[in-house]
């Protein structure tokens, strides 16, 4: 296990990222991760083995504009 993505974590501050990406695709569709514009600076802060598994929460998102 030791490979497992949880896709519900933010890879960044491991918290509970919001993200409804496992929901049905219309919901995934209104999540607020949809609407955010993630800097470049931030994207390189997520490790490869993560990037586009899982999604950056909120507050990281905030933290890194």
Not at 36 to 60: D, F, H, M, Y
């Amino acid at each position: 296990m030791d490979n497992f993505i949880d896709s519900r974590i933010c890879p960044i501050c491991h918290q509970p990222n919001g993200c409804q990406k496992n929901s049905d695709e219309i919901t995934h569709l209104k999540c607020w991760c949809t609407s955010v514009e993630v800097t470049e600076r931030l994207l390189q802060r997520i490790p490869l083995s993560v990037r586009g598994k899982a999604c950056v929460c909120k507050a990281c998102v905030e933290k890194y504009k």
